[in-house]
């Protein structure tokens, strides 16, 4: 059925503020669905495939070990590399302090005079 435009003026106009009476508490509503659904996700059955959900693998206690061996070795590797560049910097610290040290120093002794 085909609404003519005489038909469409016989229509009342929404007195102003009525949209907004309903259209802010209509929006609240949605965002906190939106909200609900992010924070509480539905559970997912035990025999059913989740799109993007990582392959389950099955990795053996000796394979497991070996890898935290490993991790754990390039870690003791970085501590010592950043530990030796530390100790590095400290002595060139103390360098550049016991030569501002001395130039203090011989300003000092250059004011007294």
Do not use: Y
């Amino acid at each position: 059925m085909f609404l003519s435009p005489i038909c469409l003026s016989q229509v009342p106009a929404p007195s102003p503020g009525t949209i907004e009476n309903w259209l802010i508490p209509a929006a609240a509503v949605a965002s906190m669905a939106l909200l609900f659904k992010k924070l509480f996700p539905r559970k997912h059955e035990v025999g059913r495939v989740v799109p993007n959900a990582p392959s389950p693998e099955v990795i053996t206690r000796t394979d497991f070990h070996h890898e935290l061996n490993t991790i754990r070795d390039k870690i003791d590797a970085r501590f010592l590399a950043l530990s030796e560049k530390i100790e590095a910097l400290g002595i060139t610290i103390h360098e550049k302090l016991a030569q501002i040290e001395s130039a203090v120093a011989r300003v000092d002794e250059r004011t007294k005079k």
